[in-house]
């Protein structure tokens, strides 16, 4: 157990529906991060944010939106997604005032998109 | 900007086998670096992290990497492994301008019984 919970753990939709990924940390970090992992390719980042702010990766396409209510929760909403979005979706969190901002990584949630 | 390179896609060995795993990373400066595993069905992992003093970092199950630094290298080794150490293997480097961590693409390691 990381201290970093992500549900559902598994996800399959088709290409109209409407899904969120939750997130949620329970390590007192201030920072929280979206990453997508694809077969053959490197960790992507999507999304951070921090306490005051967020920062978008200006090549995510607008189908997904991050929300964060508060440091503990980071939701990704999906919206009409691809066949190609199909992935691991992991999210991380640290403390970014620390000497080296180590990540701590829930477990992903395995998105199909049909 | 930073970049990771893993030179190594699929690596299969023995038990008891050495091994070491490349990382280079593309430019210089203070960098913190770091070593994930994700054993099968499982989240990643913190193996070890470098970000000052003694270059040769030692993390948990009996892992090493050296930080050399004139290489922009990070080099992930254990000298005997294990069937249990079956995984792939991740360099990272903290680099981005959010305070992300940049990825290699991994390294899977097989290790046959």
């Known amino acids: 157990e990381t201290g970093v919970t992500q549900t559902p753990r598994h996800l399959v939709m088709g290409m109209t529906n409407k899904k969120s990924l939750k997130c949620e940390q329970h390590?007192?970090?201030?920072?929280m991060y979206w990453y997508k992992q694809s077969a053959k390719k490197p960790l992507e980042l999507m999304f951070v944010y921090s306490l005051e702010e967020r920062v978008e990766n200006n090549s995510v396409p607008s189908r997904f939106s991050p929300e964060c209510p508060n440091s503990s929760h980071l939701f990704l909403h999906l919206h009409t997604l691809q066949p190609e979005d199909s992935a691991l979706y992991l999210c991380?969190?640290?403390?970014?005032?620390?000497?080296?901002?180590?990540?701590?990584f829930g477990p992903g949630t395995r998105l199909t998109v049909l | 900007a930073q970049s990771v390179s893993q030179h190594n896609h699929h690596v299969i060995l023995s038990e008891a086998a050495s091994l070491e795993l490349g990382c280079n990373y593309s430019y210089g400066g203070t960098v913190n670096l770091f070593w994930y595993v994700q054993y099968p069905g499982q989240h990643l992992q913190l193996l070890l992290k470098?970000?000052?003093?003694?270059?040769l970092v030692k993390g948990i199950k009996g892992f090493e990497a050296e930080f050399i630094k004139s290489k922009f290298s990070f080099n992930l080794r254990k000298p005997s492994v294990q069937w249990s150490d079956t995984a792939e293997y991740f360099c990272?480097?903290?680099?981005?301008?959010?305070?992300?961590?940049?990825f290699g693409k991994g390294t899977k390691l097989s290790v046959k019984p």
């Open positions: 991380a969190s640290s403390r970014r005032d620390t000497a080296d901002n180590e990540q701590f």
């Open positions: 470098y970000f000052s003093g003694d270059p």
């Open positions: 990272a480097v903290l680099g981005g301008s959010q305070g992300n961590l940049i």
């Open positions: 390590l007192g970090h201030n920072a």
